[in-house]
């Protein structure tokens, strides 16, 4: 069963950075593309950014670019956001996620929906961390 476990959110002054983390289990991250999402109360869920095994590749959403690094350690399963810069409009429950059929992430399209700012298919999804902006 892939189960997929977010920590690491928080409460942070403007400016200030979180480092979120994913825990993996039961899905072999060594092929694999692990989306970060997050979702504002109101507001539809945004895909933020994703990494990929399949061609060792790195995406974002122009709304976070160089705000936001995607890393991964395929060996202790782990998948991470270090979110830097933190501002008002920030502040939402944060996802990883996946779609464990390797047809489905292994094309590029995938990651390339997220960075789009949307939702490709998801077949597991995180229970969520929450991030808090403000002074």
């Known amino acids: 069963q892939v189960q997929l476990v977010e920590s690491g959110g928080g409460l942070v002054q403007p400016g200030g950075s979180l480092s979120l983390s994913c825990a993996v289990s039961?899905?072999?991250?060594?092929?694999?593309?692990i989306g970060w999402f997050r979702q504002a109360p109101g507001q539809e869920r945004e895909g933020l950014s994703c990494?990929?095994?399949?061609?060792?590749?790195?995406y974002y959403a122009d709304s976070v670019k160089g705000r936001l690094t995607v890393s991964r350690d395929n060996f202790e399963s782990m998948v991470y956001l270090q979110m830097n810069d933190l501002k008002p409009d920030d502040p939402a429950v944060y996802y990883c996620?996946?779609?464990?059929?390797?047809?489905?992430?292994?094309?590029?399209?995938?990651?390339?929906?997220?960075?789009?700012?949307?939702?490709?298919?998801?077949?597991?999804w995180g229970q969520g961390t929450q991030v808090t902006v403000s002074s």
């Open positions: 996620a996946t779609d464990f059929r390797r047809e489905i992430t292994g094309p590029p399209y995938w990651c390339t929906v997220i960075a789009d700012s949307s939702v490709p298919t998801v077949t597991s």
């Open positions: 039961g899905f072999n991250l060594d092929y694999s593309a």
């Open positions: 990494t990929s095994s399949f061609d060792d590749s790195t």
